[in-house]
């Protein structure tokens, strides 16, 4: 079956890749079939693979969605290099539909992670920082803002 | 619009994600690696910036055979390509000796022009030998001889418009023009698959830019009207001006742009147009006047128009074309013309003389005959190329025809495969196109015969199947019906 992409008007080579179709589920796919991958090799419970997936789909997106700022070519002269990859996605504005899919994943997966561990503490207390850490990164209020400093430029 | 199958998307993703992440974990251990081993490059200053490189390193690099191929002789219809062998995985490439004759898919040389031709090419050497090779100088100091007055009065004569002004580089004709014509406080919309030169040169200029969907005149009645209600950004004072900035053939999808329903919206809102015709001008309409010619558009209504030696006139350079005060404003202030050297006046004959052929003043009728060839030649391929199956974009008339690849690993694949059987096409993936939608660019030429295109098409076709690039069913073999086939797609 066939999908139509329309071309965007988002300029920025970066994030414009995000607004094609197909990427949400592949997003999804990809989480799922880490999680089958995890479960084949270390043969734990479904519970601590969830776990495992879910921490280091934290550490992954923060480093990649929060923490690198720029763009990976030169092309752009350097226009972005201020801004991480979540404050460049859709040309900044707030709120729009693929901000709320990329807030609401992290959420799912701490549910999943928490309900087949059954709630036990060392990881549920892990889980619990994983995804406040992530969701209050991808606040409106948190656009620009670098507390204490932390990650600003030169 | 790019019809993609949902499995083809689905699996892109996955492989440039793999990409990314190999990538990032050789760039984790080079980081280990380099912090391990003391460097003796203490007290120098990087090159590049953080990360700005890694595409180039991690996935250009990678399959960097497959640009930039050198060439050993004129890019006609058939070229000889230089071999090329890599020792350490593609990083350095170093050439061989041999040279193989491969059929040329890749370069624009729509009309002919690029290898000797029996009209242009005796009088450009007359003019070598008359000028020498550079004028070394500017226009306004010594560099404006008898050649560039009547290059321009050709090229304006052939546009159609008053007056023209021509320029030594067809990049530097954008990103020196757009500065010059719009500053702070004016409006810049243009297309969202414009050429970098137009972006370039509207970042230049310090104007405000939006971006309308690429050929969507709805889009641009929809932005046009949202701006003009707002005013400037802070002030909301209203604009000193409105430039709408658009293409004749848009390089990278061979789609005409929509000119009539454009230059309506824009005389509504009184808007200026900017039409940039690198590779219409001289390739599409019934004499080779452009785009405008082709979709019925008057000259007059398009404030101004910008085009490119390169592709069809096989020289180098570009030129504005536009009423005769807009040029004089152009010769004070454009800094191209002021500080830059001039065309060289080879160059220049080259391009009136192959103006002269498009137009028949030679005295025969090749131009017209080119004319046809390219029309024929490109519709007779992109057809074949739908009823085998290829996702083909372009309108009909247009001679640049991509076939969707999708798939970075089909990228090499096909460009590999093809130059083994000697067929030299050129892939274009990601910062110039968007990620997902990486394609093989095809440019016929009229250079082309019939036993050509049918080489190419055989070839092109025992490589799609290898590569699994055949995204739509094909049309079953029928007799062949004369005159205009549809094609029907799912």
């Known amino acids: 079956m066939y999908v139509r992409a329309e071309p965007t008007t988002d300029l920025n080579k970066n994030t414009e890749w995000f607004t094609y179709p197909g990427v949400w589920s592949s997003y999804i796919l990809i989480v799922f079939f880490s999680w089958l991958i995890v479960l084949s090799l270390l043969g734990t419970s479904p519970g601590t693979a969830w776990t495992i997936v879910h921490l280091s789909h934290f550490f992954v997106t923060y480093h990649f969605f929060h923490w690198k700022k720029g763009t990976p070519f030169a092309d752009d002269q350097g226009i972005y290099n201020g801004l991480t990859w979540w404050e460049q996605i859709d040309n900044g504005r707030q709120l729009t539909r693929n901000r709320k899919f990329l807030t609401v994943v992290p959420l799912v997966l701490y549910l999943i992670a928490s309900h087949t561990t059954d709630y036990r503490n060392p990881v549920l207390f892990l889980n619990t920082l994983a995804v406040v850490v992530l969701v209050v990164a991808k606040f409106p209020n948190m656009h620009k803002v670098r507390i204490f400093g932390i990650n600003a430029d030169h | ?490």
């Open chain 2, 1 to 490: 619009m790019i019809t993609i199958p949902y499995l083809t998307a689905l699996t892109t993703y996955f492989s440039y994600g793999l990409l990314f992440a190999f990538g990032q974990f050789r760039d984790f251990f080079r980081k280990i690696f380099d912090w391990w081993q003391a460097s003796n490059l203490q007290g120098y200053a990087p090159i590049c910036l953080g990360l700005e490189d890694f595409y180039i390193r991690r996935l250009y690099l990678r399959i960097q055979d497959c640009f930039g191929r050198p060439i050993a002789s004129a890019p006609d219809a058939w070229f000889d390509v230089v071999e090329r062998y890599s020792n350490d995985c593609n990083k350095t490439l170093k050439r061989t000796e041999k040279k193989s004759r491969c059929l040329n898919l890749g370069s624009y040389n729509y009309l002919g022009f690029a290898a000797a031709d029996e009209y242009c090419t005796p009088r450009v050497i007359d003019s070598l030998n008359k000028f020498s090779a550079s004028t070394c100088s500017t226009r306004v100091e010594g560099g404006t001889t008898a050649l560039h007055e009547e290059l321009e009065e050709c090229v304006a004569n052939f546009v159609g418009k008053p007056a023209a002004v021509v320029f030594g580089m067809g990049y530097v004709t954008n990103s020196a023009i757009l500065p010059v014509i719009i500053g702070k406080g004016g409006l810049i919309i243009s297309d969202s698959l414009n050429h970098n030169s137009i972006v370039n040169g509207a970042r230049g200029s310090g104007a405000t830019i939006r971006v309308f969907q690429h050929n969507t005149p709805p889009h641009l009645e929809k932005v046009l009207r949202e701006q003009i209600a707002e005013g400037q950004p802070r002030t909301h004072r209203p604009w000193k001006k409105i430039i709408v900035v658009v293409e004749g053939i848009y390089s990278m999808e061979g789609e005409l742009c929509k000119l009539p329903e454009i230059v309506a919206i824009c005389k509504k809102y009184k808007a200026y147009i900017y039409l940039d015709e690198a590779h219409s001008i001289g390739a599409v309409g019934k004499t080779g006047r452009g785009v405008c010619e082709l979709l019925g558009v008057d000259t007059g209504d398009v404030d101004i128009m910008m085009g490119t030696f390169t592709k069809s006139f096989g020289s180098c350079g570009g030129y504005i074309a536009g009423s005769k005060e807009l040029i004089q404003y152009l010769k004070y202030t454009c800094p191209a013309h002021l500080y830059a050297t001039s065309i060289s006046p080879p160059a220049a004959q080259q391009i009136i003389s192959s103006i002269k052929v498009i137009l028949g003043d030679d005295g025969s009728s090749r131009g017209a005959q080119k004319l046809a060839r390219i029309r024929e030649n490109s519709n007779f391929f992109r057809s074949e190329l739908q009823k085998m199956g290829f996702e083909v974009l372009g309108d009909n008339d247009s001679p640049v025809m991509p076939i969707m690849l999708y798939n970075p690993a089909k990228i090499p694949a096909f460009s590999r495969e093809c130059l083994k059987q000697n067929v030299a096409v050129v892939t274009v993936a990601f910062p110039a196109t968007p990620l997902l939608l990486a394609r093989a660019r095809i440019c016929i030429s009229a250079s082309h015969t019939k036993e050509d295109l049918l080489k190419a098409l055989e070839v092109i076709s025992q490589v799609g199947d290898l590569v699994g690039i055949k995204y739509f069913p094909a049309e079953p073999k029928k007799q062949l019906q004369p005159g205009k086939e549809t094609i029907k797609l799912e």
